[in-house]
């Protein structure tokens, strides 16, 4: 399932984030991945429920979340408008600056809870806050999940008038979008899509009631998201909410292409759930993975690049890792900061990143709001990559993954998946170079037996 092409349908009945986990776990994710990584935040997998249901006569995933008492820690309450009709997808996520409504329908994470409400007199939390609970994560899903927080949290900044760090999120959706935001980047993590497309998303029309009175539908944080995306949105046909901000925020996040899949063949299918019953339609999300025909240049990432580097003396350590992961969230397939000494003896960093045309502009946008340089420097580069194939092979300590690296039928190099193996080691107690050794083992083992068949 690893490294192939993920296409996201969700022109027909919008997107949600309970309705993308759920067609992860359908498309074959395995619960444990999203579970461990809810757990790293502390909110907690015993939230997740996870059921099979079928929507007017497409068999999908349904998936819920407890948000009472009886698992994980509090968090605080997301910021923006819950509101209590909409699309209902799920559960609700409000991310409401004062917002008195959460819903579990299908709240629309940004806010637009439609369900049950409860008062204001939950907690809430900022995001400064959420983003420090983000850093226990690592690697490509701390990665994921911030950016797709972030994208959240800059879309309600704008909104209300307010900063990025003093955007504020209610408890109940706070552990709503926890939930959808970092099982979403587990998944796509584990998944390792080479790309994704999407033709274009349904946002639905009308009207919604939240604390701040009417408000229209597309909603204000989901339309504003897919804006500084660059999403491509269809009305739908359906006077709801259908794209929630956490399902536009995945969309902005994980979307290469806003068109047709390739030409290719689909290898697995996951359908997602949401709770609300459409009249006319299956209120699901529908997930494809396929494998392209042929090997283009763009898959195995050959070809003409952008180096981009930027000289920075006066940028502290702590700029300087958020910034290294803004880069590569804005579409660089490399970065990385170099020591260096400057003009008068100054010790400084140099900012390094690889980018290929279409999303140069956006990472020396980064750059430049993101680090103390005045300017960015870049020049056209080619690079040769060797074909790589992800091969599960059987160990002591579970499955891993491993990476296999081929110059044409020439096997040249076989790393096991870091993030599989730190899984076992925690999982069994095991040290993680022994679980190396197995994976390496094994892998060797599967290798011989191809080559005498």
């Known amino acids: ?29 395995p619960v444990e991945v999203i ?56 559960h609700g996520h409000g991310h409401g600056h004062g917002d008195d409504h959460h819903g579990h329908g299908h709240a629309h994470e940004d806010g637009h809870g439609h369900g049950h409400g409860h008062g204001d007199h939950h907690h809430h939390v900022h995001y400064l806050d959420i983003r420090r609970r983000l850093g226990a994560l690592t690697g490509e899903v701390r990665r994921r999940a911030l950016d797709m927080f972030d994208r959240v949290a800059r879309a309600e900044a704008r909104l209300h008038g307010t900063t990025v760090d003093d955007v ?25 899509p080479a790309s994704v497309s999407c033709v274009a998303v349904a946002m639905g029309h009308g009207t919604l009631r939240c604390a701040h009175g009417v408000l229209p539908v597309p909603a204000p944080a989901a339309l504003e998201i897919l804006r500084d995306g660059g999403g491509v949105m269809v009305d739908g046909g359906v006077a709801r909410e259908l794209c929630t901000p956490t399902g536009a925020a995945i969309l902005a996040h994980a979307v290469t292409d806003w068109g047709p899949a390739p030409a290719g063949t689909p290898v697995r299918v996951g359908w997602g759930a949401g709770d609300m019953e459409l009249a006319d339609r299956a209120n699901v999300v529908r997930l494809t993975l396929s494998r392209p025909l042929g090997h283009p ?6 070809g003409a690049m952008w180096r981009l580097e930027a000289n920075l003396d006066d940028a502290s350590p702590e700029l300087c890792a958020y910034a290294l992961d803004r880069v590569l969230a804005a579409g660089a397939v490399d970065a990385w900061w170099t020591p260096v000494t400057m003009k008068k003896g100054r010790p400084a960093l140099v900012l390094t990143a690889l980018a290929a045309a279409p999303h140069r502009d956006a990472v020396v946008a980064v750059i430049l709001a993101e680090t103390t340089s005045i300017g960015v420097r870049f020049d056209a580069v080619e690079r040769r990559v ?36 730190r899984r076992a080691a925690e999982r069994t107690g095991a040290p993680l170079k022994d679980v190396y050794a197995a994976a390496i083992s094994a892998w060797e083992a599967v290798r011989k037996l191809t080559t005498s068949a």
């Open 386 to 421: 060797l074909d790589r194939q992800l091969v599960a092979v059987d160990t002591p300590f579970g499955p891993i993954t491993v990476k296999v690296a081929r110059d044409g039928a020439r096997v040249v190099n076989a790393a096991p998946e870091f993030e599989d193996c």
């Open 35 to 90: 579970g461990e990584a809810l757990d790293v935040v502390g909110v907690g997998k015993e939230r997740l429920r996870v059921r099979r249901v079928v929507k007017r006569g497409i068999a999908a995933v349904d998936v819920t979340v407890d948000t009472g008492e009886g698992g994980g820690e509090g968090l605080g309450h997301e910021d923006g408008h819950v509101h209590e009709d909409g699309h209902g997808h799920g």
């Open 1 to 29: 399932m690893k490294g192939l092409h993920l296409h996201i349908d969700c022109a027909a009945s919008g997107i949600a984030g309970d309705m993308t986990l759920g067609a992860m776990i359908d498309l074959g994710v």
């Open 297 to 302: 240049a763009a898959a195995s990432g050959d």
């Open 168 to 192: 504020a999120f209610h408890e109940v959706g706070a552990i709503d979008s926890f939930v959808d935001i970092v099982g979403t980047a587990a998944a796509l993590a584990h998944l390792a």
